[in-house]
């Protein structure tokens, strides 16, 4: 099984600042990893695929790049609504792994 | 627009069988090249892959779980179902069915459904 984990758990951040999230594989998953954002009480929303690639109807200050088992997404200007928790996920292996999460909170 | 919906008991007893169905509505199960799963997320904690059923039938499962996991599909009903058998109170979270492309790319998720282990 790949493990994924995640930093940092926790990214204080002001509206209008940049966001950096890190996401690390166990073993190599090539550019097979996507991004979800989950906001309380709601279902993940997919953001990024294929390790940069947006999802639809996601805006483009959503950025992702890496690959093998680095993988980084960035939040260029981040909004109100883009406080929320952030997932990455290997789909290049059976099982499918999620990391644990970094939560971005306002600062 | 496509919408899934999950539907189930939201207690379940210690040692009894978890039944969960998704209905899929504005379009069909049976599209080909499409997975359909099952991710649960405990109170508090974070996201974990169940299962996944490929249009042709094939099913995948968490290792962790396999012994007690089946995922079916009704294509008649237009709908998936998961079974968990043998559940404890570690079986408590909220279950999201979820379609997926190219094996785990889930673009589309249903609203979640709590299901709580208790007697």
């Known amino acids: 099984e790949i493990v994924m984990t995640q930093s940092p758990a926790t990214l204080s951040v002001s509206p209008g600042e940049r966001a950096t999230l890190s996401c690390r594989a166990s073993?190599?998953?090539?550019?097979?990893l996507a991004w979800y954002q989950q906001k309380p009480g709601q279902a993940p929303r997919l953001l990024i695929y294929g390790a940069s690639t947006r999802a639809t109807g996601i805006p483009a200050r959503f950025s992702g790049s890496g690959s093998g088992t680095e993988f980084t997404l960035t939040i260029s200007s981040l909004q109100s609504e883009d406080f929320a928790v952030y997932y990455c996920q290997q789909y290049n292996n059976w099982p499918l792994t999620f990391g644990p999460g970094t939560k971005v909170d306002i600062k | 627009q496509l919408q899934l919906q999950e539907s189930g008991p939201g207690l379940v007893k210690p040692s009894e069988t978890l039944s969960l169905t998704c209905t899929v509505s504005g379009g069909s199960i049976s599209s080909s090249s499409y997975y359909w799963g099952w991710i649960r997320q405990p109170p508090g904690k974070g996201l974990e892959w169940i299962g996944s059923i490929y249009y042709s039938g094939s099913t995948y499962y968490n290792p962790s779980l396999k012994s007690r996991v089946t995922i079916s599909v009704d294509t008649s009903k237009n709908q998936f179902s998961l079974k968990l058998s043998s559940v404890t109170a570690a079986d408590t979270a909220v279950y999201y069915c979820a379609r997926s492309m190219v094996r785990g790319i889930s673009d589309v998720w249903g609203q979640g459904t709590t299901v709580t282990v208790s007697s």
């Open positions: 073993q190599s998953v090539s550019s097979n």
